[in-house]
């Protein structure tokens, strides 16, 4: 039986409805939505019946941007400064101005995870490969 027709089947069954549309969807390990500002990735938990947790995970944004050091270079105040934090170079006077030059070190995005079995952080979530707050 197909997962959206046991769903469909067990709502018909408990009379249960739903006032919303639902989108059902099966997953694999690993990154399962990309999005331009996070991601959402699936870790098969360890447990009797198939079961995934899931771990939430903003992108990287820009770091600080330096007036002072963009001024220091010769870059006007105005579309050139956004131009460089939004991290593309720009060319003043044949020289080329690079967003490292005038930004701080990018922000790690943050990251949560979601589970509805308890877990062993250590062996649940060692697929994600990186620190995860629980």
């Not at 997953?27 to 399962?32: K, R, S």
């Given at each position: 039986?197909?997962?959206?027709?046991?769903?469909?089947?067990?709502?018909?069954?408990?009379?249960?409805?739903?006032?919303?549309?639902?989108?059902?969807?099966s997953?694999?390990?690993?990154?399962?939505v990309?999005?331009?500002?996070?991601?959402?990735?699936?870790?098969?938990?360890?447990?009797?019946?198939?079961?995934?947790?899931?771990?939430?995970?903003?992108?990287?944004?820009?770091?600080?941007?330096?007036?002072?050091k963009?001024?220091?270079?010769?870059?006007?105040?105005?579309?050139?400064?956004?131009?460089?934090?939004?991290?593309?170079?720009?060319?003043?006077?044949?020289?080329?101005?690079?967003?490292?030059?005038?930004?701080?070190?990018?922000?790690?995005?943050?990251?949560?995870?979601?589970?509805?079995?308890?877990?062993?952080?250590?062996?649940?979530?060692?697929?994600?490969?990186?620190?995860?707050?629980?």
């Open positions: 039986m197909e997962l959206n027709e046991f769903i469909a089947t067990n709502m018909k069954v408990m009379n249960f409805g739903l006032s919303f549309p639902v989108l059902i969807s997953v694999n390990n690993g990154l399962v990309n999005e331009e500002k996070y991601e959402v990735y699936a870790c098969e938990a360890e447990h009797s019946v198939t079961v995934f947790s899931y771990l939430f995970k903003e992108k990287e944004k820009p770091g600080e941007f330096y007036p002072d963009a001024i220091a270079l010769g870059v006007p105040k105005g579309k050139l400064w956004h131009t460089l934090q939004c991290g593309e170079e720009v060319t003043i006077e044949n020289k080329t101005i690079k967003p490292s030059q005038v930004m701080g070190p990018n922000i790690a995005g943050k990251k949560i995870g979601f589970s509805l079995v308890i877990l062993d952080p250590q062996k649940n979530w060692r697929s994600f490969s990186m620190p995860v707050i629980i």
